[in-house]
């Protein structure tokens, strides 16, 4: 079955440092995955997704992700934080029918000056 | 290009009544799924329609219902409502994609839902 770790629930960075958000994965197909940011109050914005094409994917907001099969791994990666960048993130991977997605429990970033 | 639209944005419910949520896709996107976001188990898939026929459908029991129309807008049922039911509920849609696998989802702001 699909499922989805983040590792860490709560990651704090000084402004101008590197994010990084982990994500472990288990698939028994070869999986899409997703990252999304979720704002206060607000719904989930897609930042970046792998669907099997390259495994370096760049995102929005300066954000990418490398899918590593030999890890399970999909970790989110942003060179230098901004404080707007603080909010929740979720990974996530494509079920076995490919019709649903399954998240993990979410990482909260926070940015301080 | 408009993004997804869910109405009503809040909604305070009572114990025992049924509740009805909507949810307007992107336009040219005929897949639409659900999901229920709570503090404690995080955001769970409720199900998927495609062309007016449920694809997909997650863990819930069968007070969740849902269904799509022939414009691609779809509604949420949920009766008997229970305290538990109290959470954000996430509409998301998604373009054509291979195979009718979904590579990609958009969501909508949510539904605010509080049971007392």
């Known amino acids: 079955a699909q499922s989805v770790t983040q590792l860490g629930s709560h990651v704090s960075v000084s402004e101008g440092a590197l994010v990084l958000l982990r994500c472990n994965y288990s698939s028994s197909v070869p999986p899409y995955l997703f990252w999304y940011v979720q704002y206060p109050n607000q719904g989930l914005q897609l930042l970046l997704k792998?669907?099997?094409?390259?495994?370096l994917v760049k995102g929005i907001n300066g954000f990418e992700a490398e899918f590593k099969k030999s890890e399970t791994s999909f970790h989110l990666t942003k060179p230098s934080a901004h404080m707007r960048d603080a909010a929740e993130y979720f990974c996530a991977v494509s079920d076995q029918a490919g019709t649903a997605l399954i998240f993990g429990k979410g990482t909260t970033l926070s940015v301080s000056s | 290009k408009a993004g997804v639209t869910q109405t009503p944005r809040y909604l305070i419910k009572t114990r025992g009544q049924q509740v009805t949520l909507s949810c307007s896709p992107i336009s040219g996107h005929r897949s639409v799924s659900w999901y229920q976001q709570t503090p404690g188990q995080g955001l769970q898939f409720l199900f998927e329609?495609?062309?007016?026929?449920?694809?997909n459908k997650g863990n819930f029991p069968g007070r969740f219902s849902g269904r799509q129309f022939s414009n691609s807008r779809s509604e949420m049922n949920v009766s008997t409502l229970e305290l538990g039911d109290s959470a954000l509920y996430l509409c998301?849609?998604?373009?054509?994609?291979?195979?009718?696998?979904?590579?990609?989802?958009?969501f909508g702001p949510g539904t605010r839902l509080t049971v007392t």
């Open positions: 998301a849609s998604s373009p054509p994609g291979t195979s009718g696998r979904i590579y990609e989802q958009y």
């Open positions: 792998y669907t099997s094409a390259a495994t």
């Open positions: 329609y495609f062309s007016e026929t449920q694809r």
